[in-house]
């Protein structure tokens, strides 16, 4: 038709035949364009509830993840530091509380039998070293206590008659200090 001259009739009538064909034919593209851009927004619609599903379930699994390891990691491991404090402190009278069942409670547990061991020691060292001290204050002989260094670190009463210097005078100072250069 394209082809044929504008004077034709008949391709002047053949145009006018096909032109409510090609009407049909534009409106049933226009139809389909829409019921294509009708599903389209309903599957971006889909697509946006679908993400925003797996987004709030993510989120409830981060936060469900969070209080987890808040309840079975963090809480635990700040009671146990506490408790090395209070020990570092020298307060070996309360317990690591063990609030798990796990490798943490082992911890916490372990924790407790070495804070109630080490309170048994310090006390035994305790009554020794009064014992000790009984015996090295109420002796009659002179008894001092020596550094590697050589300093006096402790001196007992009797030794001011062996020495002529009162246990304080004594305290800090190396033996040679005390000895006389002629002797």
């Not at 038709?1 to 534009?26: C, F, G, N």
């Not at 305290?171 to 002797?183: A, F, K, N, Q, R």
Request: a negative charge; one cysteine or more; glycine letters at 6%.
């Amino acid at each position: 038709i394209a082809a044929t001259p504008a004077t034709d009739i008949e391709a002047h009538q053949s145009s006018v035949a096909i032109q409510p064909k090609l009407d049909q034919l534009v409106e049933a593209s226009n139809g389909v364009v829409i019921a294509y851009l009708g599903n389209l927004q309903v599957l971006r619609s889909e697509m946006y509830r679908t993400l925003l599903g797996v987004c709030a379930a993510d989120s409830l699994t981060l936060l469900v993840g969070l209080l987890l390891i808040r309840r079975y990691v963090s809480r635990p491991v700040r009671l146990i530091i506490e408790g090395a404090m209070r020990i570092r402190a020298g307060d070996f009278l309360h317990p690591v509380p063990v609030v798990t069942k796990d490798e943490l409670a082992m911890l916490a547990e372990t924790f407790n039998v070495m804070s109630a061991e080490l309170s048994q020691l310090l006390d035994a060292i305790g009554r020794s070293e009064e014992r000790f001290r009984a015996l090295i204050e109420n002796s009659h002989e002179g008894v001092v206590l020596v550094s590697r260094e050589r300093k006096f670190l402790y001196a007992s009463r009797p030794i001011q008659s062996i020495l002529g210097y009162a246990p304080d005078e004594l305290i800090g100072h190396s033996t040679p200090e005390l000895i006389h250069p002629e002797d």
